[in-house]
């Protein structure tokens, strides 16, 4: 499997950005997926993940509220709508997959996922 993220950018607070991962492959539809961010300094966290059908999805409780992930099985694409966007959400965005473990519980773990797309850079500006 191999992903491909988009939709990083420069914004204002405020402001929305989507994201998106393209995955190749023929499995895509019975991974779960998700999305972790590293800012500068900081060490990687957790933001969302979705399920393989797409039915359960988690959040990290700092975009609760204000970033929806979802996952378009049809298209081996998923993605990572952020509204409200806020100057703390400023980091590189890498979008994973676990494959190990297929329709398999979801997780916050990065241990969980094991491949990784390349970083898509959100910066937002106050």
């Known amino acids: 499997v191999q992903l491909q993220a988009s939709g990083g950018g420069l914004v204002q607070a405020g402001d929305s950005l989507r994201l998106s991962c393209a995955a190749s492959g023929d499995l895509f539809s019975s991974y779960n997926v998700g999305w972790f961010r590293q800012a500068p300094g900081k060490e990687r966290e957790f933001v969302a993940a979705?399920?393989?059908?797409?039915?359960?999805?988690l959040y990290a409780d700092s975009v609760k509220g204000r970033f929806r992930i979802s996952k378009d099985n049809a298209k081996n694409t998923f993605f990572l709508e952020m509204n409200s966007l806020r100057p703390d959400d400023t980091a590189d965005y890498y979008c994973?997959?676990?494959?190990?473990?297929?329709?398999?519980?979801?997780?916050?773990?990065?241990?969980?996922?094991?491949?990784w797309g390349q970083g898509t850079q959100v910066t937002v500006s106050s």
């Open positions: 979705i399920n393989w059908r797409g039915g359960r999805v």
């Open positions: 994973v997959v676990e494959i190990r473990d297929r329709m398999g519980p979801l997780s916050m773990r990065s241990s969980t996922y094991d491949k």
